[in-house]
T-cell receptor, first 116, second 114 residues
């Protein structure tokens, strides 16, 4: 039973346009959400996060939106650049509960291709 | 270096042999995670250590898998009697605590069981 779902395995976007990557979760105890980017043969690198007390967090070209009632979050990249081409993973955690709830649960990832 | 270090970077082993994968977390990080990524798949949670708490082993796929973390720092993931389906990239991550902080990943160990 997947607690974090990324239903689109791939996404192709033209350079300069907006990329929107989606993520759904099922566990209502999740209160901290993160996006990671992964290039081939490298470990994932942290992009941006959001706490459940917020509905938006912005960092440069990257914005994460959280809709708690829908248990949905999305990552917007604008404008998209060819260097953004990578696999993007959504992750969630029940941080405030600590202990065994503190582990990060990842989705299966979405492969983004930004075409020049 | 200041990042998470994993060794070896690549490991080829024969089916049935035991392997040990090592993770050196960032100094001072209390939380440590192991994940694996099989070909074409997402990040599968294996085990999570947080300070002196009992580790969360709920992701270990079988009793052939075990992990320990000595002195709250270095961790070793051991796979006994390896099978071909164990072939994957094994990723380790650490974070300063379990409270609203991101985890930093190592480069991973690519394990191939032949």
């Amino acid at each position: 039973d997947q607690q974090v779902k990324q239903n689109s395995p791939s996404l192709s976007v033209q350079e300069g346009r907006i990329s929107i990557l989606n993520c759904d979760y099922t566990n209502s105890m999740f209160d901290y959400f993160l996006w990671y980017k992964k290039y081939p043969a490298e470990g994932p690198t942290f992009l941006i996060s959001i706490s459940s007390i917020k509905d938006k967090n912005e960092d440069g070209r990257f914005t994460v939106f959280l809709n708690k009632s829908a248990k949905h979050l999305s990552l917007h990249i604008v404008p998209s650049q060819p260097g953004d081409s990578a696999v993007y993973f959504c992750a969630a955690s029940a941080m405030k509960y600590g202990g065994s709830q503190g582990n990060l649960i990842f989705g299966k990832g979405t492969k983004l291709s930004v075409k020049p | 270096g200041a990042g998470v270090s994993q060794s070896p970077s690549n490991k080829v082993t024969e089916k049935g042999k035991d392997v040990e994968l090592r993770c050196d977390p960032i100094s001072g990080h209390t939380a440590l995670y192991w994940y694996r990524q099989s070909l074409g798949q997402g990040l599968e949670f294996l085990i999570y250590f947080q300070g002196n708490s009992a580790p969360d082993k709920s992701g270990l796929p079988s009793d052939r898998f075990s992990a320990e973390r000595t002195g709250g720092s270095v961790s070793t993931l051991t796979i006994q009697r390896t099978q071909q389906e164990d072939s994957a990239v094994y990723l380790c991550a650490s974070s300063p605590s379990n409270m609203n902080t991101e985890a930093f990943f190592g480069q991973g160990t690519r394990l191939t069981v032949v």
